[in-house]
C-alpha cells in the first residue's frame, strides 16, 4: 500500500465511522512506534509521525547525547553523536531518520489491530452517548440470545445489545428467542471493554412508563402517579391523583370497558394490577389501598400505624396469599398497617371504634 492509499484509507474511515483523524493517527504514532520497536533492534526510543497533509511517514531514532552511556537503549556517546551530527554536544536530544523495508509489514499488521481497536472503543462511545439519556425510559428489545439464566435482547430495532439479568426478570415469565417484549432501562455501564445497557422487567419503572404511554390524561400531567408498590408478574397497586375534580383519574386508567390497563396487564404477562385514588387522608387511602377487600374502618394505632379493620369473611382476601396485598398497601402508603377481622377488632376496641364507614369502591380489579 502506499502512503496515498493509506491517507486515503484514514478518510474512508473518518467519513464512514465517524472517527477523528487527527485521534486516529495519535493512536496509530504510538502503536506504530511501539510495534517497530519490538520487531526492530533500532536503538533509542522510535518516534513514528504520520503527515496526512504531505502523506508521508517518517521514522526517527530519538537518544539524549552524554558523555558516558548507560543506558544504550535511551542514549548516545558524544563521539558516536558527532558522527551523525558534528556540532552536538553532551546534553542534546539527536535525531535520527530511519529507512525500513520491514515497516510496511510492520505497519500493516498494526493499523489492522488499532482500526479493530478504535472501532470497539467508538461503539462503545457512541452507546453510551446515545443511551445516557436513556435511563429510566420503556424500550422496545428483542431477545436474540439466552445463556446461562441471562437474556441478551436488540434493544429497538439497533445492534445495541441489553442485558436483563436473572434477578430483573419475571418469576415464571418465559422468554423465547426473537421474541418481542418492553423493557426498562435501568442503567448504561462502561465497562472499559464494552457498554453494556443493563434492563429490567421487575422494575415499578416499567410499570410507570407503561401508564404513561397507555394513558394520555397522566402523559398530560393531568393524572398524576403518586406511588407504585409492585410483585412482579403477581401484583401490582398504583396510587393516581388529579387536582381536577372533574377528572375520573381511576377512569382515565382504566379506559373505555378496561380498555386501557387491559393493555397494560397484557404486556405484564397478566400480572393484577389495583387502581389506587391517592387521599391526603391517609386513612382513607389505607382503606383504598387494601382492595380488593371492603374496609369497614381503619383507626389509627400510633406514628404512621394503623389498624385495618375487614370483614371476617374478607380477612384472608384484605391480607392476600402470603400476605402479599397487605405488604403492598404496607409499600404504597408507607404506613404500617395491622389488617384485623371484624369480629377480632371487635374484642380487641369495642364496639364503639368499630363502626363501618359507608365507603365507594373506586379500585377496579384484573
Known amino acids: ?27 496509530l504514532e504510538n502503536a506504530m512506534s511501539i510495534a517497530y520497536k519490538k520487531a526492530s533492534d533500532t ?67 498494526t493499523v489492522k489491530q488499532v482500526i479493530t481497536q478504535k472501532l470497539r472503543e467508538i461503539e462503545r462511545n457512541n452507546t453510551v452517548n446515545e443511551f ?5 425510559e420503556l424500550m422496545a428489545a428483542t431477545i436474540r440470545r439466552i445463556e446461562n439464566g441471562t437474556v441478551y435482547v436488540e434493544i429497538g430495532g439497533s445492534q445495541i445489545e441489553g442485558v436483563l439479568l436473572p434477578k ?45 404511554n397507555e394513558v394520555p390524561e397522566i ?8 406511588n407504585i408498590a409492585r410483585d412482579p408478574g403477581q401484583r401490582t397497586k398504583i396510587a393516581i391523583y388529579s387536582e381536577d375534580p372533574a377528572v375520573d383519574a381511576v377512569g382515565a ?5 378496561g380498555a386501557r390497563v387491559n393493555a397494560i396487564v397484557a404486556q405484564l404477562g397478566g400480572e ?16 383504598q389501598a387494601l382492595s380488593p377487600a371492603r374496609v369497614i374502618k381503619v383507626v389509627e394505632t400510633g406514628e404512621e400505624s394503623a389498624m385495618a379493620v375487614v370483614p371476617d369473611d374478607k380477612l384472608s382476601l384484605a391480607i392476600g396469599r402470603k400476605g402479599q396485598n397487605a405488604k403492598l398497601a404496607v409499600k404504597l402508603t408507607g404506613w ?5 377481622s371484624e369480629s377480632a377488632a371487635l374484642s380487641e376496641l369495642g364496639e364503639a371504634e368499630v363502626t363501618e364507614e359507608p365507603q365507594e369502591n373506586l379500585t377496579e380489579e384484573n
Request: net charge negative.
Open 168 to 212: 430483573d426478570q419475571v418469576i415464571g415469565e418465559k422468554y423465547e428467542l426473537n421474541q418481542t417484549l418492553n423493557v426498562y432501562v435501568k442503567k448504561v455501564k462502561n465497562t472499559g471493554k464494552a457498554a453494556q445497557i443493563m434492563v429490567s422487567r421487575t422494575s415499578t419503572g416499567l410499570v410507570r412508563r407503561l401508564f404513561e
Open 253 to 257: 386508567c382504566v379506559g373505555n370497558k
Open 219 to 226: 402523559k398530560q400531567g393531568v393524572v398524576v402517579i403518586k
Open 132 to 136: 445516557e439519556d436513556k435511563e429510566g
Open 272 to 287: 393484577k394490577i389495583d387502581i389506587i385514588p391517592w387521599s391526603e387522608n391517609p386513612l382513607e387511602y389505607i382503606s
Open 336 to 340: 404500617k398497617i395491622d389488617v384485623k
Open 1 to 27: 500500500m502506499t502512503n496515498q492509499d493509506f491517507f486515503a484509507a484514514l478518510e474512508d474511515l473518518e467519513r464512514e465511522r465517524g472517527i477523528s483523524q487527527e485521534e486516529f493517527i495519535s493512536a
Open 43 to 109: 536503538p533509542g526510543e522510535v518516534v513514528i509521525k504520520l503527515n496526512p497533509e504531505k502523506k508521508s511517514i517518517t521514522i526517527t531514532s530519538v537518544r539524549r547525547v552524554v558523555d558516558e552511556v548507560e543506558d544504550p537503549e535511551k542514549e548516545i556517546s558524544v563521539e558516536e553523536a558527532k558522527e551523525i551530527k558534528k556540532s552536538v554536544k553532551s546534553g542534546d536530544v539527536i535525531t535520527e531518520e530511519i529507512k525500513s523495508k520491514d515497516f510496511g509489514r510492520i505497519a500493516a499488521q
